[in-house]
């Protein structure tokens, strides 16, 4: 094994520590949030931090980089107050890791990339057209991290729709069926398969 200490990891180059400490979490969730500001500019953005908060109320939330420099999409949640969560799936990597450069306010994602937005049942945020997985949110609540300038930013889900052959019977959306990416640190993809599910686990004595 190779091992890094305290000391190891502070000397590190700036990249390779990003890329070291980005990767040792794990698999992460890959997302398109997507936003429209309230002049009707649309916005998207990949995000990694995706996570579960809680089934009742439903929230889902996400990790947001210092607001020193200028937050597109959490300039338009705190706007308009609504967002959707768009899974990142196998036929859009390329563009959708290419939405992670810093645009100005004024050039939208969309307009540079082949994703397109997908407005529906009147939400007013848009969604990412052909994503198997969309889910429209509404911005509740946020929290400041005090150690690292970061937000964690919590939404409630307002809808959600499933693409139907990665929907099974018992509500478990078969990520794999629909070909579902997940983020290896910053710039690594890959398309799982799933293996198994097991039954709810009791203990054995
Ligand atoms: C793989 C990947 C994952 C990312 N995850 C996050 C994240 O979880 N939180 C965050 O604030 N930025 C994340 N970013 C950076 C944003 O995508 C980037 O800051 C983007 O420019 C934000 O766009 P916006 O200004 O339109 O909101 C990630 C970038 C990449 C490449």
């Known amino acids: 094994m190779i091992y890094f200490d305290t000391d190891k990891i502070n ?5 390779y520590k990003i890329n070291l400490i980005n990767s040792c979490a794990g698999y992460k969730s890959a ?31 996400f990790f947001l980089r210092p607001t020193t420099v200028l937050r597109n999409t959490y300039e338009n949640i705190l706007e308009t107050g609504y967002f959707t969560i768009n899974h990142i799936h ?33 939400f007013y945020a848009p969604f990412v057209k052909n994503c198997p997985v969309q889910l429209a ?7 400041d991290i005090k150690v690292n300038n970061t937000k964690l930013v919590i939404g ?19 990520l794999s069926n629909a070909a579902i990416a997940t983020i290896n640190g910053l710039d690594g993809y890959a398309i799982p398969n799933l293996k198994q599910r097991f039954e709810y686990q009791r203990p054995k004595i």
């Open 90 to 122: 196998q036929k859009i990597l390329k563009d959708a890791h290419h939405t992670s450069a810093k645009y100005d306010k004024n050039i939208s994602e969309f307009d540079v990339t082949d994703l397109e937005t997908d407005y529906k049942d009147n």
């Open 31 to 61: 997302n398109l949030i997507a936003t429209k500001a309230a002049d009707n500019q649309a916005n998207v953005a990949i995000f990694s931090s995706v996570t579960h908060i809680g089934s009742a109320p439903p929230l889902l939330g």
């Open 137 to 143: 949110m509404k911005y509740v609540e946020e929290y």
């Open 156 to 174: 409630e889900i307002q809808g959600l729709y499933i693409k139907e052959n990665a929907l099974e019977k018992d509500g478990f959306i078969n």
């Open 11 to 15: 000397d590190l180059n700036h990249l």
